[in-house]
């Protein structure tokens, strides 16, 4: 099972950005575009 069904994903051009891994957190552990907006407790689609 791939990452994008497990997270519900749909295949739109935006998976890749969403997926794409930014750093590490402090265990260690891959953080991307969508880890980093549910961090934040906001997403690409709210208005900042």
Avoid: H, Q
């Avoid at 969508?34 to 690409?44: K, M, N, V």
Wanted: glycine residues 12%.
């Amino acid at each position: 099972m791939s990452i994008s069904d497990v997270l519900g994903l749909d295949g739109t051009d935006y998976d890749a950005f969403l997926l794409v891994v930014v750093g590490e957190d402090g265990t260690g552990a891959a953080a991307t575009v969508l880890s980093a907006f549910a961090r934040l407790e906001t997403g690409p689609w709210t208005a900042v």
